[in-house]
């Protein structure tokens, strides 16, 4: 069975940073891409970042470019959001996702979810 636990959510000031972290268990997640959606209230969730298996290739939404970093570790089967000059509208859930797309993954092909993080920016 495959868990994804996502820490590292909290309320930040707008122009503050946050890092997310999120590890994985029941299969070796270095066979794998992963992935952070987020999903902010009335809204559909949508994609944020994803990287390659073995790390050397990342992909963000145009949202996001220039101020998150996506990274994983896949000796310790986790992967990372670092994420800067955090505002508002930044606001949302954000979920860890595993599996086989490759580049940027549409919302349906994720093997697997975490159960989310809470991510809130005050301005």
């Known amino acids: 069975q495959v868990q994804l636990v996502e820490s590292g959510g909290g309320l930040v000031q707008a122009g503050g940073s946050l890092r997310l972290s999120c590890a994985a268990s029941?299969?070796?997640?270095?066979?794998?891409?992963m992935g952070w959606f987020r999903q902010a209230p009335g809204k559909e969730r949508e994609f944020v970042a994803s990287?390659?298996?073995?790390?050397?290739?990342?992909y963000y939404a145009d949202s996001v470019k220039g101020r998150y970093t996506i990274s994983r570790d896949n000796a310790k089967n986790t992967v990372s959001l670092q994420m800067n000059s955090l505002k508002p509208e930044d606001t949302a859930v954000y979920y860890c996702?595993?599996?086989?797309?490759?580049?940027?993954?549409?919302?349906?092909?994720?093997?697997?979810w975490g159960q989310g993080t809470q991510v809130t920016v005050s301005s």
């Open positions: 990287i390659s298996r073995s790390g050397g290739w990342t």
């Open positions: 029941g299969r070796t997640s270095s066979g794998y891409a």
């Open positions: 996702a595993q599996g086989s797309w490759y580049g940027v993954p549409r919302v349906a092909e994720p093997d697997y």
